[in-house]
Every structure is written in C-alpha cells, then in structure tokens.
C-alpha cells in the first residue's frame, strides 16, 4: 500500500511564489520517475514537469524558467517550485510517482491534488 501526500497549494497574486510538495509512504523498494500534473477546469489535464530516477528533469514549455522541479529521495518526496506565477497556472495540481513496491510490483500513484489559484 503506498500513499502520497500532497501540500503547499494556496492563493497568490501573480509575480508570486508557491512551493508544492508530496510525500510517498507505504510499502516502497524504489522509485523511478516523479511528476507533477496540472488540471484547469475545462482543459485536459497537462504534464508540468518530470524528475527521472538519475536527476535529469524536463518541464512544458509554458513554465521553463519559472517553476523547478526537485526531490528528496531520502524522504520519498517531490517538490515544485514555482515563481513569477501567472493567472493562467491556475489549477489543481496533482503530483504522479511511479513506485516498485517491495513485492517488486510497479504501479503509477496519484496525489490527492492541491488547488493552486493565481489573481491579477
């Protein structure tokens, strides 16, 4: 059984900063890649960013240069940091980890999502 915990969503202004995390527990041998989606109402949901298991990390190009991706893997947690917000990053955010569990089984997990709203 693993979980993964999100948290760090707010309101902010735009040219602001949030930073998300989410945490996995549970039954855990090894993880491969962490994502974090977004989902504005009426759009499809859409890939943020990724972070592989060896560190090298990819981002939508809606969001290079102001958001970063970044994990703890002794803590089993992945981080978005996000500056200069705009009113279109308005959404929920939902973190994605893709975990072998220990009974080596893989399985593609889903955060609870976090509501991030930016006014103008």
């Known amino acids: 059984q693993v979980q993964l915990v999100e948290s760090g969503g707010g309101l902010v202004q735009a040219g602001g900063s949030l930073r998300l995390s989410c945490a996995a527990s549970g039954s855990i041998f090894d993880i491969n890649d962490m994502n974090w989606y977004r989902q504005a109402p009426g759009k499809p949901r859409e890939l943020v960013a990724t972070i592989s298991s060896d560190g090298s990390t990819a981002y939508v190009d809606s969001v290079k240069g102001r958001f970063t991706i970044s994990s703890d893997n002794a803590k089993n947690t992945v981080y978005l940091q996000m500056n200069n917000l705009k009113p279109g990053d308005t959404a929920v955010y939902l973190c994605?980890?893709?975990?072998?569990?220990?009974?080596?089984?893989?399985?593609?997990?889903w955060g609870q999502g976090t509501q991030v709203t930016v006014s103008s």
């Open positions: 994605n980890v893709h975990i072998i569990g220990k009974n080596g089984i893989g399985n593609s997990y």
